[in-house]
């Protein structure tokens, strides 16, 4: 079975352009989730959706991040402009409903903002 | 507040040796807890998780953690350590019907040959 999927993998950028991060979750589950990770501040939860509606974005750092999702099946995570502080592996994450469930985990994006 | 604490930011252990990695808990509740691993520029893989019921609880790669509600913790446990088992391990926990989790900073293990 696929999991989460998450492009790109890799992103080098120049300070004040957009960068669009995007995720699918696993087909089926209710829950995405967005967190950054950071050698200084380790794993961050940034927002999560419960079907496709935000359900928490208290862990969002500014107004210039954004997340949405569309549909179940996708979701995008936006920094505009971006600056060198952002740069960090953001990950998604998606899980069933119910709060025994375990988050699956994409491989990151590591996101490098010059 | 409701919290996860890994005392150690890192270990080094020998291959073949014992492995314990320490999980502190703060919960008005009992818990649902899940340990991690994350190997270089991967994410996170579920080792094992515990939700209520027997307090020992095993996991995927030979790993087993024991719930101590006495103590407030949950540590990972292995018998002998591999070298492919050098990763940075995080506890999480969560409770009530929330899905949100809670993430411990983690711990880098280290296995030297």
């Known amino acids: 079975d696929a999991g989460v999927i998450q492009s790109p993998r890799h992103e080098v950028t120049e300070m004040g352009q957009e960068v669009t991060l995007r995720c699918k979750p696993i087909?089926?589950?209710?829950?995405l989730f967005w967190y950054r990770q950071t050698m200084m501040r380790g794993l961050e939860l940034l927002i999560y959706f419960n079907n496709n509606v935000p359900i928490d974005d208290s862990g969002m750092p500014e107004d210039r991040f954004s997340a949405k999702m569309p549909n179940a099946s996708f979701s995008t995570l936006k920094i505009q402009p971006s600056e060198p502080r952002d740069s960090a592996v953001y990950f998604c994450a998606s899980s069933l409903a119910g709060s025994r469930q375990p988050q699956h985990f994409g491989d990151g994006t590591r996101l490098s903002i010059l | 507040a409701q919290s996860v604490t890994q005392p150690d930011i890192h270990i080094t252990v020998s291959e073949g040796a014992s492995l314990e990695l320490r999980c502190n808990y703060s919960?008005?509740?009992?818990?649902?807890l899940f340990w991690y691993v994350q190997s270089p520029g991967q994410g996170l893989q579920l080792l094992l998780k515990y939700f209520s019921g027997d307090t020992l609880v095993q996991g995927i790669k030979g790993f087993e953690a024991e719930f101590k509600r006495s103590q407030s913790s949950f540590n990972l446990r292995k018998p002998s350590v591999h070298w492919s088992d050098a990763a940075e391990y995080f506890c999480?926990?969560?409770?009530?019907?929330?899905?949100?989790?809670?993430f411990g900073t983690g711990t880098r293990l280290q296995v030297t040959l």
């Open positions: 919960y008005g509740a009992t818990p649902y």
């Open positions: 087909s089926g589950h209710d829950y």
């Open positions: 999480a926990g969560g409770t009530g019907t929330a899905s949100k989790l809670t």
